[in-house]
């Protein structure tokens, strides 16, 4: 399984920016994974931001983006995207696209992972 992320940049605080994970397979199929995104800053541990079930039908989303973020999945593209909105200088991370069996808020029940995407929050 290959995941790649891609949508992250610089954005004024308050602003919006949609992020993509892309994934490809040799073998296997999108419904099969659950599909996760996390992210870290500078000198902080990784951070749950939302999941999404196999079927779509399940999202969970950390306490701090709760609220503010929104993910989904097409099931036609083989992607998962994640609305960011009300963005604030806090947010500014590496953002990673996981993917896994079942839907988690561990990183490490995860399987597949992403080279992450920088999104900066910054006037």
């Known amino acids: 399984v290959q995941v790649v992320e891609s949508g992250g940049g610089l954005v004024q605080p308050g602003g919006s920016v949609t992020l993509s994970c892309t994934m490809s397979?040799?073998?296997?199929?999108?419904?099969?994974?659950?599909v996760c995104w996390f992210r870290q800053a500078p000198g902080k541990e990784r951070e749950f931001v939302a999941a999404?079930?196999?079927?779509?039908?399940?999202?969970v989303y950390g306490d701090s983006v709760k609220g503010r973020v929104a993910i989904s999945r097409d099931l036609g593209k083989s992607t998962v995207s994640l609305q960011m909105n009300t963005l604030k200088p806090e947010d500014t991370a590496v953002y990673y696209c996981g993917a896994g069996t079942y839907q988690h808020t561990d990183y490490k029940l995860y399987d597949y992972w992403g080279q992450g995407t920088q999104v900066t929050v910054s006037s």
């Open positions: 999404i079930s196999r079927s779509g039908y399940s999202t």
């Open positions: 397979f040799s073998g296997g199929f999108f419904t099969a994974y659950a």
